[in-house]
């Protein structure tokens, strides 16, 4: 009882990611690939394939294509120049009739009582599937590696990783910085906290609120999160809702090409979406907080080295050296035998993207909010 209190008091409270090694006893972490396509051969997944190759810009979600296939396909993969991700997929709309799975599925050993499949979301895919570096301004993240290797790049939020709205979905504020494939070394040279984490099955991952984070497949690979609601959502959706207005206004007159590159397919639907409804939503979330609130223990003060001295399992990220974050960048840009070269014409010409990335920059949105609610 005290070990689940003093991981659901470090999942809520800690201020920098930590990992737990080996204290989840899942039996999935024992399946291989024969298992696992047994457990799923009948699903249809629907894949997102980019390339394991050189690109100007991140692969957003737009620029990968979609396609659908079995599991097997990830290990029958025959071109080394793609990859594919079956990401971001709710457990509670996928698998419904895949029970071994389902019933092994279980957050009450980390103090996470009421947290099960059906607030899970699972990632599955090859070697180089990867999630554009990013942050997610609700809640707080807690990644359970189930098969394979994932590498993990953490930043604090306060990091230099060039914020961008666009492509523009709900709760991500992504970095325009391409971590897969750096075009230039010298672009990260403002970042000065970085850890870097390989996460092996069996693995527990904490990210806490707004920690930038880039997610990398170095083999076939499948995780499981679940991601937690805080007392600071309230005011993140507040944000988000000033943030999605500005983002219409913007957009809705635009032709379809325009809106593609800026909207990601997951917010196709503020195509039609009226300034008025945004307007509402916004009266509404001031006037009535959601105030949904996770199943935290407020009883019990927080002190991390206690918890790392009292539990071998809890480990802290350390920081890179400059020296290593730098190679490991090189190593990233070299892997590929093409390199794009930005074109300097491009960096300062006005568009409706630089527009719209301009006026929702994070500084430039808590300048409006504090305005509006002066």
């Known amino acids: 009882m ?12 800690t ?123 609700y809640g707080c993240n807690v990644v ?24 523009y979905e709900e709760s991500s504020v992504y970095s325009g910085l391409n971590f897969f494939s750096p075009n230039s070394v010298q672009d990260f040279e403002d970042i000065s906290v970085c850890k870097i984490v390989t996460l092996n099955p069996g693995d527990v991952l904490i990210v806490p609120h707004k920690w930038w984070h880039y997610v990398e497949n170095l083999e076939i690979s499948i995780s499981i999160n679940t991601w937690l609601p805080l007392p600071q959502d309230d005011k993140e959706r507040i944000n988000e809702c000033l943030v999605q207005m500005l983002v219409t206004s913007f957009t809705k007159d635009l032709d379809k090409e325009k809106q593609d590159i800026i909207l990601n397919p997951n917010s196709d639907d503020l195509r039609n979406s009226s300034l008025d409804s945004g307007i509402t939503l916004f009266n509404n979330l001031v006037a009535h907080p959601l105030s949904r609130r996770a199943v935290e223990d407020r009883s019990f003060k927080f002190d991390l080295d206690i918890l790392l001295n009292q539990y071998k399992f809890i480990r802290k990220i350390e920081n890179v050296s ?26 300062s010409k006005l568009s409706v993207e630089k527009l719209i990335q301009a006026i929702t920059h994070p500084e430039v949105v808590n300048l409006i909010m504090n305005k509006i609610l002066e």
């Open 2 to 13: 005290a070990l689940t209190k003093d991981l659901n008091n470090l999942i809520f409270k």
């Open 15 to 137: 201020n920098e990611p930590i990992i737990l090694k080996g204290c989840l006893k899942w039996q999935i972490f024992q399946w291989d690939l024969d298992k696992w396509n047994d457990i799923l051969k009948h699903e249809n997944l629907e894949f997102r394939c980019g390339v394991n190759d050189a690109t100007k810009f991140p692969q957003w979600e737009r620029t990968t294509q979609m396609t659908t296939g079995k599991f097997e396909d990830l290990h029958k993969l025959s071109d080394p120049l793609k990859w594919l991700y079956f990401d971001y997929k709710y457990l509670n709309q996928w698998f419904m009739n895949a029970k071994e799975l389902r019933e092994s599925i279980n957050f009450k050993d980390l103090g996470l009582e009421n947290v099960d499949v059906n607030q899970s979301t699972i990632w599955i895919g090859s070697n180089g599937a990867h999630t554009p570096c990013h942050i997610d301004t």
């Open 322 to 347: 400059k020296e290593n974050f730098r190679l490991f960048l090189e190593n990233q840009r070299n892997r590929f035998s093409s390199n794009c070269v930005d074109d300097d014409y491009s960096r």
């Open 144 to 167: 359970v590696q189930v098969l394979g290797r994932k590498r993990w790049l953490l930043f604090p939020f306060n990091e230099k990783l060039k914020p961008t709205r666009v492509p």
